[in-house]
């Protein structure tokens, strides 16, 4: 071969390389099949990019330069955790694209995964529709109400440029007490259940025979989280975080049958309760979270660590950081949310893989099942917000969906001293009415915690909505005076001619431990306005709350009573079946105790002697 040739024959195999090197590896190639694209990506991961997968951050040290140096997996928003005060959608996209870019900065350009608390629409987020809170949804009793809820949940969240929720809330309440109560559908386990349509209208309907896989259908779609695993609803005393203590068999029949639904609904990812089973705290019980779900149940999504969860396997939390790594990933979390210290987490992570103390294996499970709902979710091909969906955000069809919500939670307990002199529906022509109470005109009152900030917030000014006194007001006839009086006295009320009065009374926001209650009474001045009120005209008693309440000592008094549950932004709703434009339709999801001293108290229960019992609720009919 001649010098010629052999210069041309180099430059042909150069450029041979080149072009070879330049082929799209497999797992950039949307027509190779998941498995391929997986192990592919797998096989060209460092252990530093593998456990930057595993790691979920706080928004508020999320740069871009944080997310590539240490190849970062997964952002979230903690409880109002926002970009700016009163943040648009088009500020949230900005601020999640500019965070995907850092991830997709890196060698292998894997894309993040951005995610936030929507446990009753896009809670964190000025303007958004606030739907009523689980134990409002679980009064209607109507699974397909709670799937559309879901469709119009992913819409507004991903309006804001975020693919993944950690919703829903599946725990089965059995103690009022416990401050999470009201994020839970129900103390009946068929009846949270059957609200596991959440999640298929979060993430859309999965294909048949794809139980166990995550589905999301699409970017319009959202990646859901069934939570807490497992048990948190049955804590003693209702305590949060606290210990459930229950055998095997009642474990697996209250506490576990709505996560097989939500394995079927190819849920995504399942997180992992703070709570502990006889003892052992759920982020370190390796036969809970691998044994069962894992491979007893097939679940193929990936399993999330609560808010700094690991920290807390040992009591006071981060007494043994380097145990509670072991024992959390030796467990089988999958994605451990470090909002904070994510260096520390990152750099024990590490050596205990180095020194063999955590296998590569266990490495490998968590990142290939990460990587699998990445793949399922569609992020590979299109990791940026879509702009165009701007607009769903707090849309008016939404409020609709969610005033209709409102009308079919509310539970009518009482109607009328007596069956034959019902007070509802309520005339809207009248002379003269009173609304009273702290609650009447008061929407983050209305809305409960998980809205706006984690703990919640009250007063009118902090998000768009309806309160129920304005609903009030723009439903009764022009002539109607309505007159409101938060706190009225009892000579106002006695000298004031009123035709009848609506009192709106109950708890303020909290959430998760901040709600627990022993004596579950309702706040003051509630009782007093009740009763100032109630002894010198017809009232109505709409109670907000979280849970039932004692009530015991008013109900003689009160004309009508009505729970309301946390309604969230749309108060219309609530007017809409006073005045009996609708019929009552709701149902107890929840048993109504006399007295705390009967707590737990359940339906099915040997001593079950409720005020109101499981299911109860009045109807009444629409005005023609």
Same mark, same amino acid.
């Given at each position: 071969?001649?010098?010629? /040739? ?9 450029? #041979? ?58 952002? !979230? ?26 991830? !997709? ?96 209208? #979060? ?47 009642? !474990? ?27 003892? /052992? ?107 165009? #969906? ?207 001293? /009967? ?26």
């Amino acid at each position: 071969m001649g010098t010629l /040739q052999k210069t041309t024959f180099v430059l042909l195999m150069f450029c #041979l390389a080149v072009l070879g090197g330049a082929d799209t590896p497999k797992y950039k190639d949307p027509k190779q099949p998941l498995a391929v694209r997986i192990k592919d990506l797998l096989s060209k991961m460092t252990l530093a990019e593998k456990i930057g997968q595993m790691t979920q951050i706080e928004r508020e040290n999320a740069t871009a330069d944080a997310i590539s140096k240490y190849f970062i997996g997964s952002v !979230l928003s903690g409880g109002g955790s926002v970009p700016s005060p009163q943040a648009s959608a088009e500020d949230w996209v900005k601020m999640v694209n500019e965070m995907q870019k850092g991830a !997709l900065s890196t060698r292998l350009g894997i894309p993040m995964i951005y995610g936030i608390d929507a446990v009753h629409g896009h809670n964190n987020v000025y303007k958004a529709t606030i739907f009523p809170h689980n134990v409002g949804l679980g009064a209607t009793w109507d699974p397909m109400l709670v799937q559309r809820i879901g469709e119009a949940t992913a819409l507004e969240v991903r309006a804001t440029g975020i693919p993944y929720v950690f919703a829903p809330c599946i725990a089965v309440c059995r103690d009022p007490r416990w401050g999470r109560c009201y994020e839970s559908y129900s103390e009946d386990p068929k009846a949270v259940q059957s609200m596991t349509t959440l999640i298929s209208g #979060l993430q859309g309907e999965a294909p048949s025979g794809f139980a166990g896989r995550p589905y999301v259908g699409g970017s319009k779609k959202v990646a859901a989280c069934a939570k807490h695993y497992v048990g948190d609803g049955g804590t003693f005393m209702g305590i949060n975080e606290n210990n459930t203590i229950i055998d095997k068999r009642g !474990l697996m029949t209250i506490h576990m049958p709505a996560y097989y639904n939500s394995i079927i609904r190819g849920v995504s990812t399942v997180m992992v309760s703070y709570s502990s089973w006889n003892g /052992q705290k759920m982020h370190a019980n390796h036969f809970l979270i691998t044994d069962f779900l894992k491979n007893k149940l097939k679940f193929r999504g990936f399993v999330i660590s609560d808010w700094q969860g690991i920290d807390r396997i040992t009591t006071p939390p981060k007494l043994n950081y380097s145990y509670s790594i072991e024992a959390g990933v030796g467990a089988g979390i999958d994605m451990i949310m470090v909002p904070f210290a994510y260096t520390e987490f990152i750099d024990d992570l590490t050596s205990q893989v180095k020194n063999n103390i955590i296998p590569m294996s266990r490495i490998d499970d968590a990142v290939y099942r990460i990587l699998r709902v990445k793949f399922t979710m569609g992020l590979f091909e299109n990791p940026y917000a879509d702009p165009s #969906l701007a607009g769903e955000l707090g849309k008016q069809e939404h409020r609709e969906l969610a005033r209709e919500a409102v009308r079919k939670s509310l539970v009518l307990l009482k109607n009328g001293k007596s069956a034959s002199t019902p007070l509802l529906p309520l005339p809207k022509k009248a002379g003269k009415i009173l609304v009273a109470g702290s609650h009447a005109d008061n929407l983050g009152n209305q809305c409960g915690g998980w809205t706006i900030t984690w703990q919640g917030v009250t007063g009118n000014d902090k998000t768009a909505g309806t309160t129920i006194l304005s609903a009030i007001k723009s439903t009764v006839d022009p002539s109607t005076e309505v007159v409101f009086s938060e706190n009225p006295d009892s000579s106002a009320v006695d000298s004031g001619k009123y035709d009848y009065a609506i009192v709106v009374v109950g708890e303020p926001p909290y959430a998760e431990t901040f709600g627990d209650n022993l004596n579950l009474t309702i706040p003051a001045p509630g009782p007093s306005v009740i009763q100032t009120v109630c002894k010198s005209v017809k009232c109505v008693v709409v109670l907000i709350s979280g849970r039932p309440l004692v009530v015991e000592p008013y109900i003689g008094a009160i004309d009508a009573f009505v729970a309301a549950w946390l309604p969230g932004t749309e108060g219309q709703g609530v007017a809409d079946v006073l005045f009996g434009d609708y019929g009552f339709t709701g149902k107890l999801a929840r048993t109504w105790f006399k007295s705390v001293d /009967q707590l737990p108290m359940n339906v099915g229960d040997k001593k079950y002697d409720p005020l109101f019992p499981f299911g109860f609720g009045l109807t009444t009919e629409a005005k023609k």
